[in-house]
């Protein structure tokens, strides 16, 4: 107990650091790291490893900002990737531009699919996001249409190119992604200063209380599931132009679930959080692939113990520390 109360202390003594610093200390090591490291292979792991901050993010607008339970969010992860597969394989459609049809076809798909459910709340939305993620997967592995190519998926996508660059080394793919997250990161600080973002908190505190202020919630949650499902959408283009090769495995309710663990490992509504996550549940496995045969279980005993010692994640955001009781603030009682 007392090592964890030491860990404990020492987190919250890193989120005093503003963050100014570490946005700045994390661009730094984002862009100097693949070019210290001369290795494919981990030049690779980051690139994945970006693709899932991606994702996370996306996520943590729906779980974080909003307080709603989406368990089939990589059903959206595959929407893009074969949005942006489609049009460019049968249609030739550049890669950017598939990209932000990949966007916007996401978007609507979430906004569409989650608009009739939006008056569940808890385990029954958690329940139906797990079954739509499920439906979609299904369609792909059916081959809806004709167009998504049943079991085996697609392949013969085009490398992305801009100005005559062409983007087909593992290098200028990780450096994409890194600005796409950095564009994230600073679109997500917008959104959660601002008066939509501050209406996600009040619903996600007491929904009750906020629809009595005058907040419309079902449009706010509905916003709320329309941009993470766009931006997942996002994440599942740049994975599908860099691989080249997709499949319906990407809608799989296991993708789903490591998405989510990255949100609630490192804390929800949490921005830095989310990196962290993305270390526990990506990098590190990743690095220890020789001990494949206990790798699984090694994660699961983790997030036990997280759940046991630390339930508000690893990094959590400042209000979700005063809620559980670790208020960085806290005030001093007097000697006297």
């Known amino acids: 107990m007392m090592k964890a109360n030491g860990l404990s202390g ?9 963050a100014i610093y ?16 001369d290795n ?3 030049r690779a792991v980051l690139w994945e490893a970006g693709i899932y901050v991606l994702l996370g993010l996306s996520l943590n607008i729906i779980v974080g900002y909003a307080g ?7 059903a959206f992860y595959a929407i893009g990737a074969y949005t942006m597969a489609i049009l460019n394989i049968y249609l030739h459609v550049p890669i950017f531009i598939g990209m932000l049809a ?13 608009r009739p459910i939006l008056h569940l709340r808890g385990d029954y939305l958690a329940i139906v996001t797990i079954a739509f993620g499920e439906i979609v997967r299904m369609l792909l592995v059916n081959n809806i249409g004709g167009i998504t190519g049943g079991a085996n998926g697609l392949f013969g996508i085009e ?3 801009l100005f005559g660059f062409s983007f087909h080394t593992t290098l200028s793919h990780y450096y994409l992604v890194l600005f796409f997250v950095v564009i994230t990161i600073v679109a997500m600080r917008r959104l959660e200063n601002s008066r939509l973002g501050r209406a996600w908190t009040y619903v996600r505190e007491d929904e009750l209380a906020a629809e009595a202020m005058g907040v419309n ?3 706010v949650k509905a916003v709320a599931f329309l941009l993470g499902s766009a931006w997942a959408g996002l994440a599942g283009a740049l994975y599908a132009s860099r691989i080249t090769v997709i499949s319906p495995d990407l809608g799989r309710f296991l993708e789903s679930v490591i998405i989510f663990c990255i949100v609630v490992l490192g804390g929800t509504g949490s921005i830095p959080g989310v990196f962290v996550g993305t270390v526990g549940m990506v990098i590190l496995p990743e690095l220890f692939r020789f001990v494949k045969d206990w790798r699984d279980g090694f994660v699961g005993l983790a997030m036990v113990l997280m759940m046991i010692f630390r339930p508000m994640g690893l990094w959590p955001s400042r209000r979700v520390a005063m809620e559980m009781g670790e208020d960085e603030t806290k005030a001093v009682t007097p000697a006297a």
């Open 22 to 37: 570490w946005s700045i200390a994390l661009l730094v090591i984002g862009i100097a790291l693949p070019l210290a490291i």
């Open 40 to 42: 494919n292979y981990i």
């Open 68 to 74: 709603m339970f989406q368990l089939g969010h990589a």
């Open 10 to 18: 020492a987190l919250t003594r890193l989120r005093r650091i503003p």
């Open 159 to 161: 490398q992305p190119s």
């Open 217 to 219: 919630t079902v449009r």
């Open 102 to 114: 990949a966007i916007i076809v996401s978007g609507v798909a979430g906004f569409v699919i989650t």
